[in-house]
Every structure is written in C-alpha cells, then in structure tokens.
C-alpha cells in the first residue's frame, strides 16, 4: 500500500523556522516527482514545491521563493525547510508524489499528483 506520512508541524512565532518531512512507503519513490502542497482555511489546496525524481530540479511557489527549501534523500524521504515563516504561511501541509519516469516538478496542480498524505498542521502567529 502506498503511503506518504508528513511531520513536523506545529505553532511558532513570525520569523521562525520549521522542517517538514514526509515519509514515503509502499515502493521506491526516488523516480516519483514528489512536492508540497498547503491549504488555509476557506482556500484551495496551492502549490508550494516540488523537486524531480533523483533531485536534479527544484520548483517552488513564488510566496515561498528565497525561504522554502524542498530537498530528497535517497531513504524514501522528502523535507520542506521553512525559514522566515509568516502569519500568511499558517494551513495544512500535503506531501504529494507523481510517478515517474519523468520529471513533474513543474506540475502546479493539485489534480497532477494522485498520492497525497493526510496532512500536518503549521500554525505561524504574529
């Protein structure tokens, strides 16, 4: 059964940082283009990052550009390094994959990636 488990969230202050991980079971994603998606109250699901298969590319949204980080490891493993956190940054975070070979970092869309966790809760007050 493929499985993609997120942690790491929690509340903090405006300026602080946090690191979201997700791990991923069932089968061998180093080939899966895997990414980060979050939800606010009262908002659709928005892209945050991706990276390719392998870690060759990196994409992320334009509100998180210069302070989140996504990165792999090769242990089924994916991390959203969130540095500068803002009060506007405050929902739940999705770890989602697309299967490979190809490389999806730049897919934007929630309906691009059919896996999905079930999500973690990062709260950023002012």
């Known amino acids: 059964q493929v499985q993609l488990v997120e942690s790491g969230g929690g509340l903090v202050q405006a300026g602080d940082s946090l690191t979201l991980s997700c791990a991923a079971s069932g089968r061998t994603f180093s080939s899966y283009t895997m990414g980060w998606f979050r939800q606010a109250p009262g908002r659709e699901r928005e892209f945050v990052a991706a990276?390719?298969?392998?870690?060759?590319?990196t994409y992320s949204a334009d509100s998180v550009k210069g302070r989140f980080d996504i990165s792999r490891d090769y242990n089924n493993k994916v991390y959203l390094q969130m540095n500068s956190l803002r009060p506007e940054d405050t929902a739940v975070y999705y770890c989602?994959?697309?299967?490979?070979?190809?490389?999806?970092?730049?897919?934007?869309?929630?309906?691009?990636?059919?896996?999905w966790g079930q999500g973690t809760q990062v709260s950023v007050s002012s």
């Open positions: 990276i390719s298969p392998y870690g060759r590319n």
């Open positions: 989602v994959a697309r299967g490979g070979p190809d490389d999806y970092s730049t897919y934007r869309t929630a309906g691009e990636y059919p896996i």
